[in-house]
Structures are given as structure tokens and as C-alpha cells.
């Protein structure tokens, strides 16, 4: 029996150098999304996701890859931390008083 029902996704972005302009960031990968289906989630399909998307980085010569999650985000935080990633710096966006 064959699911043609998306029951996720994930996608990246190989160019963080914005068409040649940034040039420090060649090489730099990024994981912009993903997302799973709450009915499929804590069965894998998302460290299968992302570990085919980080392969599919080295693919395109992106040595090193990077990924966002909000500040209050912590079961991704939790879900990125599996894959060895650590948080390299807060941003804190909007206004504050």
C-alpha cells in the first residue's frame, strides 16, 4: 500500500553568502524548517529528515550547517541537541521594555 499523504517535511538553504555579497558564509548551510505531522511525530521521521537534509548539504559543499529555534522552543532545542548541535548565540527579536 503506497501513503500519498505528506506526513512531513524539511528543507534547507545552501546559500547564506545572499548571491556572492556575504562572502564569509560560503560553505555555510542552513536548516530552515521542519515539520512533522503531530499524528507521525516521536517515530523517527524527523531525525531521518534531517539527517537527509545534512547529508544533502555535504552534497552541495556546505561543511558547516547551522539551524535557528526560538528561544522558548525548547523540545526543538532538545531535538537539535541529539544531532550534537549547541547553541552558538541568542537572538532575541522584537521590542523589549
Given at each position: 500500500?503506497?501513503?500519498?499523504?505528506?506526513?512531513?517535511?524539511?528543507?534547507?538553504?545552501?546559500?547564506?553568502?545572499?548571491?556572492?555579497?556575504?562572502?564569509a558564509?560560503?560553505?555555510?548551510?542552513?536548516?530552515?524548517?521542519?515539520?512533522?505531522?503531530?499524528?507521525?511525530?516521536?517515530?523517527?521521521?524527523?531525525?531521518?529528515?534531517?539527517?537527509?537534509?545534512?547529508?544533502?548539504?555535504?552534497?552541495?559543499?556546505m561543511?558547516?550547517?547551522?539551524?535557528?529555534?526560538?528561544?522558548?522552543?525548547?523540545?526543538?532545542?532538545?531535538?537539535?541537541?541529539?544531532?550534537?548541535?549547541?547553541?552558538?548565540?541568542?537572538d532575541?527579536?522584537?521590542?523589549?521594555?
Amino acid at each position: 500500500m503506497l501513503c500519498t499523504d505528506r506526513i512531513g517535511a524539511c528543507t534547507c538553504a545552501l546559500d547564506q553568502t545572499q548571491g556572492g555579497r556575504l562572502s564569509a558564509f560560503q560553505g555555510w548551510g542552513a536548516l530552515q524548517d521542519i515539520e512533522i505531522d503531530s499524528d507521525w511525530r516521536n517515530r523517527g521521521i524527523g531525525h531521518w529528515l534531517v539527517g537527509h537534509a545534512l547529508r544533502w548539504m555535504l552534497l552541495g559543499d556546505m561543511r558547516w550547517q547551522v539551524c535557528s529555534v526560538a528561544p522558548d522552543n525548547t523540545g526543538a532545542q532538545r531535538f537539535y541537541r541529539r544531532f550534537g548541535w549547541n547553541l552558538l548565540v541568542h537572538d532575541y527579536k522584537g521590542w523589549v521594555r
